[in-house]
């Protein structure tokens, strides 16, 4: 993409005072977004699409912004402009004017986050010749720009406050801190103190175009106190599909973890610790339980559960009635009692998952639409899996009419969370032996008394649904993300048509279908349990295997894989008298293979059609995975070898 001859000029002088004490050892452009400063995160969107210099304004903490731009890709681009005093937004955009009069200039506030699209912006604000260009929102308790039916700047109510005139009912709309001017709006202002909007009313009513643009429904993030800060690293967290972020540079002993968890560079959190919805801020040092806060070198802010909390999560927030039906058994509360219900999950159908907590009690309360077809599904099979001791969250109480559910909190913390934190090697596979125990009595056990369970029992995992599988990999992954064309695609479907009969074939017995460890959830004791088993259908078994021991999320090294492989089928010949080792180690070979064209397929579908990008970065891994697998069958399937090659 060509760039455009744009300057860029970042207000960094501020002092940050609604942020201490966390300023009092970080100015606020480099406060870290997950191990990112906030000026690298913005400077490298803006020189994607911007050719020209760089400003900044300097005055507290000048030598810290000084030293990161040093080593930055930046330096040789970027002129320093030193305030003592601090001139205001408009003194400082005065005391840069010679390296401003050159070209438009682009204003972003060093402390903003936003993901706007800065090349429309550039060719709306040229083509319309535009004085200035205010990138808004409309947000009521912030709107203070006074504006015409053209976006017309007018008048700003309480400049420099964002804070709006209530009794004042014109048009308003908020700044968001972004501006492109053009290098006339410069002799508009005065020299020494002085604030932008001065310029923007002035050029007004001189006839100058000075235009508020609308970008109502970009997410917008000004970073002016602990919470605000809180959702920036939070959204940046779930935008990563994550719920812990830890620096390679902390120090971690044997710790507890519960929540969203970020731990910045040179943290340190003691052996027996346990954090639960915390973010460490560089070079803290955390010992014991902490909870809801931001911890620091010196300090502690305590924050509420929903606000630790993205925004997405937050703002669907909501309370409810304990005296409902639903909640009454399990909540002892008074009749006017009510709870907050703070989103937690969301599951397919735009199912949501909600933590209600009251006193010392937590419960998760399930929400489904009417059309939702997998509630009665779900409710049935946590009865079965209960009454033969699977460990699936106790069902609590049901609302069967409004399609929702109250079930036992298991916490935060999944498989894949629990492993990024530092383990030794037994450890590890001491947590795998357990959740391969539960897949032993899922397959023996609870497939032995399936039919108690006829909305299981008639779930038949068959050759329809294999081939289903391989199609999905072929249109959603294939075709849609890498954009192959299939040389023979007869010869292909006649291969996966092959392996979708071999692996319809072999016994069946009760899988989960989706069994990798964002799908196992780590209790107290290290105790692992299952959740999201709605999917569960009547296929080989070998399918559950693959799906752990061969997942993308968490790569199990080679050796450990066997040694697994060979635990599992240990276990299954002690507790089942028709487990064949041959027959299971031939159905493994087969089912690796389908589950990892499904998981490139969701990998796909939910990247190209949900928008759920960050699901990409766990392509690499399948691929290879994959690789390895046909590799080993190459003479069986040489069109599919052929197509893995590709890859």
Request: glycine residues 6%; neutral net charge.
């Amino acid at each position: 993409m060509s760039k455009y001859p744009i300057t860029i000029f970042l207000p960094a002088a501020g002092l940050g005072e609604r942020l201490r004490p966390i300023t009092n050892h970080i100015p606020k452009p480099l406060l870290p977004i997950l191990g990112r400063p906030l000026i690298e995160i913005t400077l490298h969107k803006l020189t994607k699409v911007c050719s020209g210099k760089i400003g900044i304004n300097l005055h507290y903490k000048s030598e810290m912004i000084r030293e990161w731009i040093q080593k930055s890709p930046y330096a040789g681009q970027t002129v320093f402009f030193p305030e003592n005093p601090i001139l205001g937004t408009g003194g400082a955009l005065k005391n840069a004017e010679a390296f401003l009069l050159g070209s438009h200039f682009l204003v972003h506030n060093s402390d903003i986050l936003i993901d706007i699209d800065f090349k429309r912006l550039i060719n709306e604000h040229v083509a319309s010749r535009n004085m200035a260009t205010l990138v808004c929102h409309r947000i009521p308790e912030l709107s203070n720009v006074i504006i015409d039916q053209d976006n017309q700047v007018l008048d700003v109510e309480n400049p420099g406050e964002s804070r709006p005139n209530v009794s004042n009912s014109a048009r308003k709309i908020a700044y968001t801190g972004i501006a492109l001017y053009s290098p006339e709006i410069l002799k508009f202002l005065p020299s020494g103190v002085s604030h932008a909007t001065v310029a923007w009313v002035a050029a007004s009513k001189a006839g100058h175009k000075i235009r508020a643009k609308d970008f109502t429904g970009c997410r917008w993030n000004d970073i002016g106190t602990p919470i605000t800060y809180t959702r920036a690293v939070l959204d940046a967290l779930r935008h990563e599909g994550e719920t812990v972020s830890i620096s390679p540079s902390a120090h971690l002993g044997s710790i507890n973890i519960d929540g969203n968890i970020v731990v910045e560079s040179g943290s340190a959190v003691a052996d027996g610790s346990h954090i639960r919805n915390c973010i460490l801020m560089p070079n803290a040092s955390v010992t014991g339980f902490h909870e809801n806060k931001i911890l620091g070198p010196d300090y502690e802010i305590s924050l509420s559960e929903s606000d630790m909390q993205p925004s997405l999560h937050a703002t669907a927030k909501k309370q409810v009635s304990l005296k409902e039906p639903l909640f009454m058994k399990d909540f002892d509360s008074q009749s006017s009692c009510r709870a907050d219900a703070i989103l937690i999950g969301l599951g397919g159908s735009d199912r949501r998952y909600y933590r209600i907590r009251h006193n010392e009690k937590t419960a998760v309360l399930m929400e489904c639409t009417p059309e939702d077809p997998d509630y009665e599904r779900h409710i049935e099979y946590t009865c079965f899996f209960s009454s033969h001791t699977m460990p699936v969250p106790r069902l609590l109480a049901t609302d069967k009419k409004n399609k929702r559910a109250l079930f036992e909190d298991l916490g935060d913390t999944s498989l894949y969370a629990f492993l990024k934190l530092p383990h030794k090697n037994t450890s590890i596979e001491e947590i795998y032996h357990r959740v391969l125990d539960i897949l032993v009595k899922l397959h023996t056990s609870a497939t032995k008394h399936v039919h108690e369970c006829p909305l299981l029992a008639d779930r038949i995992f068959d050759y329809d649904y294999f081939r289903w599988e391989t199609t999905y990999f072929l249109e959603r992954f294939i075709k849609e993300i890498k954009h192959l064309a299939i040389d023979n695609i007869t010869h292909l479907e006649q291969e996966l048509h092959t392996l979708a009969e071999k692996a319809a074939a072999f016994p069946k017995g009760i899988i989960h279908r989706d069994f990798q460890c964002q799908n196992i959830m780590i209790t107290a004791n290290n105790i692992p349990r299952v959740i999201d088993f709605q999917g569960a259908r009547m296929a080989p078994p070998a399918y559950d295997v693959a799906s752990i021991l061969w997942d993308p999320y968490y790569h199990v090294e080679d050796s450990l894989r066997e040694r697994l492989v060979q635990y599992y089928c240990k276990r299954m010949t002690a507790q089942s008298d028709t487990f064949n080792e041959r027959i299971f180690q031939e159905s493994l070979s087969v089912c690796r293979l389908q589950r990892h064209m499904q998981a490139l397929g969701a990998y796909g579908f939910l990247s190209a059609v949900k928008g759920k990008e960050y699901f990409l970065k766990y392509v690499p891994e399948a691929v290879k995975l994959f690789k390895e697998d046909i590799s080993a069958v190459k003479n069986e399937y040489p069109g599919l070898h052929e197509l893995a090659n590709k890859l």
